[in-house]
């Protein structure tokens, strides 16, 4: 069975189902009750019968009045025209038959002067209607000269069936308006119910760009509901965050591309103005293939970011000595750094569980960083310590002092804190939005804390 798509008619369907259920089953068993206590009561009003005609034939002239009106033991009792009583003699003759609808009934056996219930029998009309017979001693005549009988007493229950028949028929019909009210009831209950749902589809449909900054009343809505109406706020929350990002990141991603693309059209149109000798060309060409490079190495941290804030990035964990990746990547960065009469200090150790490849381009980043800001003829410290099963590893230099205000948004994308740091050569401004990014697929956290002149980077990674 396939159920109809909408909730409504669904619970309604259900509902009316199990108010149907209910019903019957409630009118069954009032029926099952009212039956069996009809029953009772006939079955005790017939044995009052058997008692009537067991009396009656105990008085004096008994004999006689069965001679010659026997319907006397008939008269006396109610619903009469449906009572049949036979009397029959020790030896089985009959000796009266008042029988009126002349049906054929069973005799079953005596049960004494005083039979109950458990004697009584049933047995059926011609015509198909319930009948009860009982039979019970009784002497016949008084004094002496008494006789012993068998009485028999039957009655069929023609307007009982017609009775129990519109009963039935009363229980079925209250049944099905039982269903069809709650179906009613159901239905108007469900649509009033559900009316917050309808209108948490009317606000998600009105969500915009410009609209994300609306919320659901959570403490409004149902309890049930209320549920929903956090979660739906938190998406909100989420979308509003991210497309927030987006907006800025879009701004940001077309002012730093238009700053290389306007030096290399400036550059071609200035030369390309007049004739030039091949040394300007030779040196143009160089200019424009520096800011190529600059524009491709920010291309290739944009597909990076991306992938990485999509999942796709796929981690190759292993357990690293954090004092040799600290090494290698200062042996890298060896040549740069005597160039401004720097030093590399690598101290610590430990082990680090995480991608060899990744690892080393955060920490890469941050060593560039370093040397890049750092004061000519300063040491900058690389640093590696295990405390409670974490790695933490920190890349520290001596440089242009950056405010306390900065130091939040400083692995936010191209956020620039100063000039200085604008400016430097070869920076595309996501270096530490890249470090950011590697962290968070190991499941670590970056830091940075500044103490004057000192700024110090931090990678914690978890416990291995």
């Keep these: 069975m396939v159920l109809p798509r909408s909730l409504t008619l669904r619970v309604t369907l259900v509902f009316t189902l199990i108010v149907a259920l209910a019903a019957s089953a409630l009118g069954i068993y009032l029926y099952r009750a009212f039956v069996d206590e009809i029953v009772r009561r006939d079955d005790i009003q017939l044995l009052g019968k058997l008692r009537q005609v067991q009396v009656l034939l105990g008085r004096p002239g008994a004999a006689e009045l069965l001679r010659t009106q026997a319907d006397v033991f008939r008269d006396t009792m109610s619903g009469q025209e449906n009572s049949l009583v036979r009397i029959l003699a020790a030896d089985g003759r009959l000796l009266a038959d008042i029988n009126a609808l002349g049906e054929d009934y069973p005799v079953p056996p005596s049960a004494g002067a005083a039979p109950g219930t458990a004697a009584i029998v049933t047995w059926s009309t011609r015509r198909g209607e319930p009948g009860r017979v009982v039979a019970g001693s009784a002497r016949l005549g008084a004094g002496e000269m008494t006789t012993a009988v068998t009485v028999v007493v039957a009655r069929a229950y023609a307007e009982r069936s017609a009775m129990f028949a519109g009963y039935r028929r009363q229980i079925a019909g209250a049944a099905a308006v039982s269903a069809l ?167 610590g150790g430990g082990t680090v569980l995480a991608d060899p490849a990744l690892l080393r381009r955060a920490l890469a980043n941050l060593l560039s960083n370093a040397v890049r800001h750092a004061d000519e003829g300063s040491t900058i410290v690389l640093h590696a310590e295990e405390r409670g099963g974490r790695t933490a590893l920190s890349v520290s230099n001596v440089g242009p002092a950056v405010a306390a205000p900065h130091l939040a948004h400083l692995f936010d994308r191209f956020y620039r804190a100063d000039s200085a740091r604008s400016e430097a050569e070869g920076s595309t401004g996501l270096g530490l939005s890249i470090v950011s990014a590697i962290m968070a697929l190991h499941g670590g956290e970056s830091g940075v804390a500044a103490d004057g002149a000192r700024i110090t980077f931090t990678l914690r990674f978890p416990a291995i």
């Design 181 to 347: 009210l709650a179906a009613i009831l159901a239905a108007l209950m469900l649509r009033r119910g559900l009316l917050p749902l309808r209108g948490m589809a009317a606000h998600a449909a009105l969500v915009r760009p410009g609209t994300l900054a609306h919320r659901l009343d959570a403490a409004g809505a149902p309890s049930e509901l209320q549920p929903l109406a956090e979660a739906i706020n938190a998406m909100l929350d989420r979308l509003q965050a991210g497309y927030a990002r987006l907006s800025g990141f879009s701004a940001d991603l077309a002012h730093e591309f238009r700053t290389p693309v306007a030096n290399l059209l400036g550059q071609s149109q200035v030369m390309l103005a007049q004739a030039r000798s091949v040394a300007d060309y030779e040196a143009l060409t160089a200019s424009n293939i520096e800011e190529l490079e600059r524009l491709a190495r920010m291309i290739d941290s944009m597909l990076f970011l991306a992938r990485a804030e999509q999942d796709e990035v796929k981690l190759q964990r292993r357990p690293l000595a954090a004092l040799d990746e600290l090494r290698k990547v200062a042996d890298f960065y060896d040549g740069m750094a005597q160039e401004r009469a720097l030093a590399l200090a690598c101290t």
